[in-house]
């Protein structure tokens, strides 16, 4: 009798094993992030400054994490959440800020906004984007107007 539960504790410990090795030692929390790279356009120029967050559309409930990425020199951006790459599939609402270097006039430090302001207003709804799996190239492209 006590052969069988010996041979019973190895069967039952590759058994622990198996199932930490699928669910338990995972290092990711959260929801599962696919890649967002995409370039910012201002007319037909890239905008070569500034940063994009995209705003999770909820209706009701908690909105989530929310989806950065800074706009690099050449108008290419990639997003981050939770400061690791890529986005939650889903749908957002994106906002643009982009300003200049700020100029120190006083005790007050004064950004010049690049772009319409429209566009870093959460309430303007105006670039509506949907993170998807294998999304086609250009795809997370942002047109902005002058």
Do not use: H, W
């Amino acid at each position: 009798m006590a052969s069988s539960r010996q041979a019973s504790v190895p069967r039952r410990a590759a058994v622990l094993v198996a199932t930490v090795a699928l669910f338990g030692c995972s290092d990711s929390s959260g929801p599962r992030l696919v890649q967002v790279k995409g370039k910012v356009y201002l007319g037909d120029q890239p905008l070569t400054r500034g940063s994009v967050s995209f705003r999770p559309q909820v209706q009701g409930g908690s909105p989530g994490p929310e989806p950065y990425g800074t706009i690099e020199k050449d108008g290419t951006y990639t997003i981050y959440t939770n400061q690791k790459p890529g986005a939650p599939v889903g749908k957002y609402f994106v906002l643009v800020v982009a300003t200049e270097e700020a100029e120190q006039t006083g005790a007050t430090v004064t950004p010049k906004s690049l772009i319409d302001p429209k566009y870093a207003d959460p309430d303007s709804k105006l670039l509506p984007v949907e993170v998807v799996e294998n999304a086609t190239p250009g795809q997370y492209d942002l047109k902005l107007t002058e």
